[in-house]
Protein backbone atom coordinates (compact mmCIF):
# COMPACT_ATOMS: atom_id res chain seq x y z
CA UNK A 1 0.00 0.00 0.00
CA UNK A 2 1.38 3.19 -0.97
CA UNK A 3 1.08 6.51 0.37
CA UNK A 4 -1.66 7.42 -2.10
CA UNK A 5 -3.60 4.39 -0.72
CA UNK A 6 -2.89 4.98 2.78
CA UNK A 7 -4.46 8.31 2.24
CA UNK A 8 -7.57 6.73 0.71
CA UNK A 9 -7.97 4.15 3.66
CA UNK A 10 -8.03 6.92 6.54
CA UNK A 11 -10.68 9.16 4.82
CA UNK A 12 -12.65 5.92 4.19
CA UNK A 13 -12.45 4.99 7.68
CA UNK A 14 -13.15 8.79 9.05
CA UNK A 15 -14.93 11.92 8.48
CA UNK A 16 -11.61 13.55 7.82
CA UNK A 17 -11.17 14.66 3.87
CA UNK A 18 -8.80 13.82 1.84
CA UNK A 19 -6.99 17.20 1.58
CA UNK A 20 -6.60 17.08 5.25
CA UNK A 21 -4.82 13.69 5.55
CA UNK A 22 -2.48 14.71 2.57
CA UNK A 23 -1.51 17.01 5.70
CA UNK A 24 -0.49 14.51 7.58
CA UNK A 25 3.42 13.03 7.36
CA UNK A 26 3.22 9.47 6.50
CA UNK A 27 6.60 8.43 7.17
CA UNK A 28 8.92 7.75 10.43
CA UNK A 29 11.85 10.16 9.69
CA UNK A 30 9.65 13.12 11.57
CA UNK A 31 10.99 11.99 15.16
CA UNK A 32 13.76 14.31 16.48
CA UNK A 33 15.92 13.28 19.21
CA UNK A 34 17.62 16.93 19.89
CA UNK A 35 13.75 17.99 20.74
CA UNK A 36 13.33 14.86 23.21
CA UNK A 37 16.52 15.63 24.88
CA UNK A 38 15.42 19.08 25.02
CA UNK A 39 12.24 17.95 27.32
CA UNK A 40 13.46 15.43 28.80
CA UNK A 41 14.54 18.09 31.78
CA UNK A 42 11.10 19.26 32.17
CA UNK A 43 9.67 15.56 32.11
CA UNK A 44 11.94 14.83 34.63
CA UNK A 45 10.77 17.59 36.84
CA UNK A 46 7.14 16.60 36.08
CA UNK A 47 8.22 12.77 37.06
CA UNK A 48 10.24 13.78 40.33
CA UNK A 49 8.06 16.56 41.91
CA UNK A 50 4.76 17.21 40.30
CA UNK A 51 3.75 13.22 39.98
CA UNK A 52 5.95 11.73 41.96
CA UNK A 53 6.29 8.53 40.42
CA UNK A 54 7.21 5.60 41.53
CA UNK A 55 7.53 2.69 38.97
CA UNK A 56 8.55 -0.97 38.52
CA UNK A 57 8.85 -4.13 36.06
CA UNK A 58 11.11 -2.25 33.35
CA UNK A 59 13.46 -5.64 33.24
CA UNK A 60 10.57 -7.19 31.61
CA UNK A 61 11.23 -5.47 28.45
CA UNK A 62 14.48 -6.86 26.67
CA UNK A 63 17.35 -4.64 26.33
CA UNK A 64 17.13 -5.15 22.58
CA UNK A 65 14.88 -6.31 20.05
CA UNK A 66 11.16 -5.13 19.20
CA UNK A 67 7.71 -5.68 21.03
CA UNK A 68 4.27 -4.01 21.25
CA UNK A 69 3.66 -1.80 24.33
CA UNK A 70 0.43 -2.41 25.08
CA UNK A 71 -1.11 0.41 27.27
CA UNK A 72 -4.43 1.51 29.80
CA UNK A 73 -5.27 5.12 29.18
CA UNK A 74 -5.82 7.00 31.78
CA UNK A 75 -6.51 10.81 33.37
CA UNK A 76 -8.23 12.23 29.77
CA UNK A 77 -6.24 13.75 27.17
CA UNK A 78 -3.64 15.12 29.10
CA UNK A 79 -2.73 11.14 29.84
CA UNK A 80 -0.15 11.50 32.31
CA UNK A 81 0.71 8.26 32.68
CA UNK A 82 1.63 7.87 29.11
CA UNK A 83 4.15 10.96 29.05
CA UNK A 84 5.89 9.65 32.66
CA UNK A 85 6.40 6.29 30.73
CA UNK A 86 8.05 7.97 27.90
CA UNK A 87 10.41 9.64 30.19
CA UNK A 88 11.36 5.79 32.06
CA UNK A 89 11.59 4.58 28.33
CA UNK A 90 13.95 6.99 27.12
CA UNK A 91 15.82 7.33 30.92
CA UNK A 92 16.23 3.33 30.92
CA UNK A 93 17.20 2.85 27.10
CA UNK A 94 18.16 5.89 26.02
CA UNK A 95 16.96 8.39 22.59
CA UNK A 96 18.41 6.31 20.09
CA UNK A 97 16.52 3.01 20.83
CA UNK A 98 13.42 3.68 18.42
CA UNK A 99 10.11 3.53 19.80
CA UNK A 100 6.54 4.69 18.24
CA UNK A 101 3.41 5.81 19.59
CA UNK A 102 -0.25 5.48 17.45
CA UNK A 103 -1.94 8.65 17.22
CA UNK A 104 -5.61 9.14 15.98
CA UNK A 105 -5.70 10.64 12.65
CA UNK A 106 -8.24 13.05 14.32
CA UNK A 107 -5.19 14.47 15.97
CA UNK A 108 -4.27 16.22 12.67
CA UNK A 109 -7.79 17.81 12.22
CA UNK A 110 -8.34 19.20 15.93
CA UNK A 111 -4.72 20.74 16.09
CA UNK A 112 -1.92 19.81 13.27
CA UNK A 113 0.37 21.52 15.50
CA UNK A 114 -0.19 19.59 18.40
CA UNK A 115 0.09 16.51 16.23
CA UNK A 116 2.95 17.41 14.47
CA UNK A 117 4.92 18.35 17.56
CA UNK A 118 4.09 14.88 18.99
CA UNK A 119 5.49 13.21 15.55
CA UNK A 120 8.36 14.96 16.47
CA UNK A 121 8.78 13.42 19.61
CA UNK A 122 7.59 9.89 17.68
CA UNK A 123 4.04 9.37 17.36
CA UNK A 124 2.86 8.21 14.03
CA UNK A 125 -0.84 8.14 12.43
CA UNK A 126 -2.81 5.04 13.45
CA UNK A 127 -2.83 2.94 10.47
CA UNK A 128 -2.07 -0.81 10.37
CA UNK A 129 0.40 -0.17 7.92
CA UNK A 130 2.52 2.33 9.56
CA UNK A 131 3.08 0.30 12.89
CA UNK A 132 4.27 -2.65 10.47
CA UNK A 133 7.00 -0.23 8.22
CA UNK A 134 7.98 0.31 12.07
CA UNK A 135 8.63 -2.88 13.36
CA UNK A 136 10.08 -3.30 9.94
CA UNK A 137 12.99 -0.98 11.15
CA UNK A 138 13.60 -2.59 13.91
CA UNK A 139 11.46 0.23 16.52
CA UNK A 140 8.99 -0.80 19.09
CA UNK A 141 5.20 0.57 18.78
CA UNK A 142 3.11 1.64 21.72
CA UNK A 143 -0.94 1.29 21.43
CA UNK A 144 -3.57 2.58 23.83
CA UNK A 145 -6.52 0.07 22.32
CA UNK A 146 -9.13 1.55 24.16
CA UNK A 147 -8.39 5.53 23.32
CA UNK A 148 -10.78 7.69 24.20
CA UNK A 149 -12.85 5.11 26.22
CA UNK A 150 -10.45 4.39 28.16
CA UNK A 151 -9.18 7.94 28.88
CA UNK A 152 -12.54 9.04 29.73
CA UNK A 153 -13.81 6.38 31.75
CA UNK A 154 -16.07 7.57 34.20
CA UNK A 155 -13.91 7.78 38.08
CA UNK A 156 -15.79 5.00 39.59
CA UNK A 157 -14.65 2.65 36.44
CA UNK A 158 -10.96 3.65 37.33
CA UNK A 159 -9.67 0.29 37.92
CA UNK A 160 -11.21 -1.15 35.19
CA UNK A 161 -9.42 -1.46 32.25
CA UNK A 162 -11.34 -0.75 28.81
CA UNK A 163 -10.05 -1.85 25.12
CA UNK A 164 -13.42 -1.22 23.78
CA UNK A 165 -13.26 -4.02 22.25
CA UNK A 166 -10.78 -3.18 19.56
CA UNK A 167 -9.06 -5.91 18.62
CA UNK A 168 -6.19 -4.53 15.74
CA UNK A 169 -3.51 -4.66 18.41
CA UNK A 170 -3.81 -8.17 18.83
CA UNK A 171 -3.45 -8.59 14.90
CA UNK A 172 -0.63 -6.97 14.82
CA UNK A 173 1.17 -8.70 17.16
CA UNK A 174 0.41 -12.34 15.56
CA UNK A 175 1.33 -10.42 12.29
CA UNK A 176 4.58 -9.48 13.36
CA UNK A 177 5.06 -12.07 15.84
CA UNK A 178 5.85 -9.92 18.19
CA UNK A 179 5.54 -10.01 22.50
CA UNK A 180 3.07 -7.89 24.25
CA UNK A 181 4.12 -5.84 26.59
CA UNK A 182 1.20 -4.33 28.75
CA UNK A 183 1.53 -1.20 30.54
CA UNK A 184 -0.60 -0.05 33.59
CA UNK A 185 -0.72 2.85 36.12
CA UNK A 186 -2.72 3.76 39.26
CA UNK A 187 -2.63 7.45 40.47
CA UNK A 188 -3.12 8.66 36.63
CA UNK A 189 -6.98 8.36 36.68
CA UNK A 190 -7.24 10.42 39.60
CA UNK A 191 -5.51 13.49 37.92
CA UNK A 192 -9.25 14.72 36.77
CA UNK A 193 -12.57 13.33 38.08
CA UNK A 194 -14.94 12.14 35.80
CA UNK A 195 -18.10 12.30 37.44
CA UNK A 196 -20.53 10.90 34.01
CA UNK A 197 -20.58 10.31 30.25
CA UNK A 198 -23.37 12.11 28.60
CA UNK A 199 -22.82 11.12 25.18
CA UNK A 200 -26.23 9.69 24.24
CA UNK A 201 -27.58 12.85 25.36
CA UNK A 202 -25.49 15.13 22.90
CA UNK A 203 -25.63 12.61 20.38
CA UNK A 204 -29.40 13.16 20.57
CA UNK A 205 -29.01 16.64 20.09
CA UNK A 206 -26.57 16.16 17.11
CA UNK A 207 -29.38 14.64 15.20
CA UNK A 208 -31.61 17.29 15.94
CA UNK A 209 -29.31 19.25 14.32
CA UNK A 210 -26.08 20.64 16.69
CA UNK A 211 -23.12 20.08 14.77
CA UNK A 212 -19.95 18.18 16.71
CA UNK A 213 -17.11 20.26 17.44
CA UNK A 214 -14.26 19.96 14.41
CA UNK A 215 -17.35 18.17 12.64
CA UNK A 216 -16.09 15.05 14.83
CA UNK A 217 -18.25 12.60 16.61
CA UNK A 218 -15.95 12.00 19.76
CA UNK A 219 -18.13 8.70 20.95
CA UNK A 220 -17.89 10.09 24.36
CA UNK A 221 -19.07 13.64 26.17
CA UNK A 222 -17.73 13.52 29.86
CA UNK A 223 -18.81 15.58 32.90
CA UNK A 224 -15.78 16.00 35.16
CA UNK A 225 -13.61 18.03 37.33
CA UNK A 226 -10.63 18.93 37.03
CA UNK A 227 -7.76 22.13 35.66
CA UNK A 228 -8.08 24.26 34.30
CA UNK A 229 -11.82 24.80 33.99
CA UNK A 230 -12.97 23.55 37.42
CA UNK A 231 -16.27 21.56 36.19
CA UNK A 232 -16.03 20.93 32.70
CA UNK A 233 -18.25 18.90 30.17
CA UNK A 234 -16.71 17.40 26.71
CA UNK A 235 -13.59 15.82 25.38
CA UNK A 236 -11.68 19.12 26.37
CA UNK A 237 -7.81 18.99 26.80
CA UNK A 238 -7.10 19.26 30.79
CA UNK A 239 -4.40 19.94 33.19
CA UNK A 240 -3.70 16.74 35.31
CA UNK A 241 -4.27 17.17 39.01
CA UNK A 242 -0.75 16.85 40.86
CA UNK A 243 -1.62 13.96 41.98
CA UNK A 244 0.63 10.77 42.82
CA UNK A 245 1.16 8.22 39.53
CA UNK A 246 2.45 4.64 40.65
CA UNK A 247 3.14 2.20 37.12
CA UNK A 248 3.78 -0.51 36.17
CA UNK A 249 5.77 -2.74 33.15
CA UNK A 250 4.25 -6.12 32.82
CA UNK A 251 5.57 -9.53 31.79
CA UNK A 252 5.25 -10.21 28.47
CA UNK A 253 2.73 -11.68 26.99
CA UNK A 254 3.12 -14.64 24.29
CA UNK A 255 0.78 -16.64 22.24
CA UNK A 256 0.40 -20.61 20.70
CA UNK A 257 0.29 -19.47 17.08
CA UNK A 258 1.81 -16.19 15.21
CA UNK A 259 1.37 -15.87 11.31
CA UNK A 260 -0.93 -14.20 9.00
CA UNK A 261 -3.11 -17.23 9.40
CA UNK A 262 -3.69 -16.64 12.98
CA UNK A 263 -4.44 -12.81 13.06
CA UNK A 264 -7.68 -13.97 10.40
CA UNK A 265 -8.90 -17.01 13.08
CA UNK A 266 -11.38 -14.49 14.81
CA UNK A 267 -11.98 -16.93 17.23
CA UNK A 268 -8.64 -17.31 18.11
CA UNK A 269 -7.78 -13.68 18.09
CA UNK A 270 -10.89 -13.19 20.17
CA UNK A 271 -8.90 -15.87 22.25
CA UNK A 272 -6.03 -13.78 22.33
CA UNK A 273 -7.93 -10.66 22.92
CA UNK A 274 -9.59 -12.04 26.13
CA UNK A 275 -6.10 -13.40 27.32
CA UNK A 276 -4.00 -9.75 27.63
CA UNK A 277 -7.29 -7.99 28.76
CA UNK A 278 -8.19 -10.24 31.13
CA UNK A 279 -4.45 -10.49 32.37
CA UNK A 280 -4.11 -6.63 32.56
CA UNK A 281 -7.00 -6.61 34.60
CA UNK A 282 -5.35 -8.74 37.20
CA UNK A 283 -1.97 -6.71 37.11
CA UNK A 284 -4.00 -3.88 37.82
CA UNK A 285 -5.76 -5.53 40.45
CA UNK A 286 -2.85 -6.38 42.38
CA UNK A 287 -1.12 -3.02 41.44
CA UNK A 288 -4.08 -1.24 43.29
CA UNK A 289 -3.24 -3.38 46.41
CA UNK A 290 0.34 -2.86 46.32
CA UNK A 291 -0.14 1.22 45.95
CA UNK A 292 -2.64 0.63 48.80
CA UNK A 293 -0.22 -0.78 50.89
CA UNK A 294 2.47 1.28 50.26
CA UNK A 295 3.57 4.63 52.59
Known amino acids: MNKGELVDAVAAKTNITKKQTDKIQWSLTQ ?8 LIPIWSWFYRYYFQVKTDGWHHIPAEGKVLLVGSHNGGMASPDLVMMMYDWFSRFGTQRLVYGLLH ?12 LAQKIGAIIAHPKMAIAAFDMGASVLVYPGGQYDMFRTHSQRYKINFADNKGFIKLALKQEVPIVPLISVGAHDTLIVLCDCYDFVKQLNQWGLPWLYQIDPGVFPIYLGLPWGLSIGPLPNIPLPIQIHTRVCHPITFERYGFDASRDRDYVNACYELVHNQMQEELNQLVIDTQKSP
Open 105 to 116: PYAWKVSPQIAE
Open 31 to 38: RDVNLIEL
